[in-house]
């Protein structure tokens, strides 16, 4: 028998499909980012295989151009394995280096693997990750890791590995009002219903949720493609609460640079 919870969620989850199929018969309607007023929908978000682009405007009038790489194009040399399976934080920590760091403008994810990311996390670290094999014991830059690349570029960037619903839903919407990004960890279970699944991700999934629009959606940079999206786009609408359903704190304090549990590898940053 289903729980409460499992109930509500089900609900809540029928009525949103009733309400997309209400859209689609109608023509999608207009929405817009609640800072710099630029239109978006989900017919107007890119649908490049390999990248995309898109720009929002923050409080402070700053244009961010946030390049999306897409993990399986085969574009990222020797890396160009390893991204298939682990690359979603350094195609984050890629989207973020090029937007913050003039000297990263052109970065591309096996740049950064080569050269911000060795530098952030020490040449021993470093090795004793992509060293590893077979592959799949190699492990992507953790929360922590893209932490300290970001304030090594100078750049303002707080982790918040401990939080609760509440407490990080009126923290990621007040954040995102600004037009800064939030880097978000998601996992395959679903918290609200205790459901794994593959909406998200297979295993563990790093994005960067880069704008908010009026009617309360979050427009999510993913370097991933999904199977129940339109198209092969790098950005997609979500609702937070969708996503804060797979999201987790951490339990013990985040040291490691690259991932080694949940443990101490999830939470959220918040940029800028």
Request: aromatic letters at 12%.
């Amino acid at each position: 028998m289903a729980s409460f919870y499992e109930l509500r969620w089900l609900i809540r989850r029928t009525i949103r499909k009733l309400k997309e199929k209400d859209q689609k018969r109608e023509g999608l309607k207009e929405d817009f980012l609640l800072t710099g007023d630029l239109t978006v929908t989900a017919e107007q978000l890119p649908e490049d295989e390999a990248f995309a682009e898109y720009t929002v405007i923050n409080t402070e009038g700053r244009h961010l151009t946030y390049r999306s790489f897409y993990q399986w194009a085969d574009l990222y040399g020797e890396y160009s394995i390893f991204c298939r399976h682990h690359g979603c934080a350094v195609c984050t920590l890629t989207t973020l280096a090029r937007i913050y760091d003039e000297n990263q403008k052109d970065a591309t994810p096996d740049t950064i693997i080569e050269g911000l990311e060795k530098q952030v996390v020490g040449q021993k670290n470093w090795t004793n990750n992509y060293r590893k094999m077979p592959m799949k014991f190699q492990n992507p830059i953790t929360l922590y890791g893209i932490t300290q690349a970001l304030q090594h570029m100078g750049v303002k960037a707080e982790y918040v590995h401990r939080f609760t619903d509440d407490e990080a839903r009126k923290d990621i919407l007040s954040h995102l009002q600004t037009g800064n990004p939030v880097v978000i960890e998601v996992g395959r279970k679903n918290y609200y219903t205790g459901e794994t699944n593959d909406r998200w991700t297979n295993s563990f999934h790093t994005m960067i949720l880069i704008g908010l629009t009026r009617e309360g959606k979050v427009l999510v940079n993913d370097s991933a493609n999904r199977s129940w999206y339109e198209g092969p786009q790098r950005f997609k609408l979500a609702d937070l609460e969708e996503l804060m359903a797979y999201m987790f704190s951490c339990t013990e304090e985040p040291k490691e640079y690259y991932y080694c549990g949940m443990a101490t590898d999830g939470g959220y940053i918040k940029i800028g």
